[in-house]
């Protein structure tokens, strides 16, 4: 029998920190409890090459005092990098991979702490979205960018957007799921392992743990009342209950160190 098709490696990556107040996440949380949340990134061995999940923050706009006072005004909310360079370049050199190795890249979404480095990829390698969530961020509408979606992240004419209506297979093993509510378009992934068993990523359909356990409502959601956001939730989680699969949600500041120890060995 051949092997099955699949992803022979899950590498978490830590690509930043954020402070801000929990009912960004969880709907309803005190306004004044604040959480320090992970910035994730997955990097994913397939058949083809490396598959990079979201790419982390602009840095120059983060690194550069007049640049972030322009986009990050706001105390509440306090992006962090992790260290002195370019997050992504150090945390695939801690996984022995080379940015030039990265062969293709799919967003979640457009919002800065997931498509801010996207620079590294214009012009090299094909980069994987759901088209709502594209015409969104360039639709040229005044709340796009006070939703935190930043465009001279992403509107480079070298990007070569691979655009999607709805669920799609982006690599053998790999399906990208829309999960519409956080963003217009956002997208969850399923992961196939090679060897058998998987992963379900929500990304930011679901922020922590208890968005899923609970079925709470994420706390920041565009063009649809919180409560939509619920719906997203179950979906993520009946797939992976009928997979046997492992669901991991975006910034759980418990599960996502454990998850980068047990996958890499960091």
Known sequence: MPPRPGVRRVLPLLLGWEELPKSVSVHGAPRDERVREPVPGILLECEDGWLLLDTGFNTALLRDPALRRRFYPSPSYQPELPGPGEPLEEALAAVGVALGEVTAVAVSHLHADHAGGLKHFAGRVPVHIQRAELAYGLSGRPEVERNTIFRVDFDDP?????????????????????????????????????????????????????????????????????????????????????????????????????????LTGR
């Open 158 to 262: 070298r990007i070569d957007w691979r655009q999607a209506d709805g669920d799609t297979e982006i690599a053998p093993g790999v399906t990208a799921v829309l999960t519409a509510g956080h963003t217009p378009g956002h997208q969850s992934f399923v992961v196939d392992l090679a060897g058998g068993g998987g992963y379900v990523f929500a990304f930011d359909a679901a922020d922590l743990t208890e968005n899923i356990t609970g079925e709470h409502p994420v706390g920041a959601a565009i063009g649809v009342p919180p409560e939509a956001t619920v719906a997203p939730i179950r979906r993520l989680k009946h797939l992976a209950r009928e997979r046997g699969y492992e669901l991991v949600p975006g910034h759980d500041p418990a599960v996502w160190p454990e998850l980068i120890g047990r």
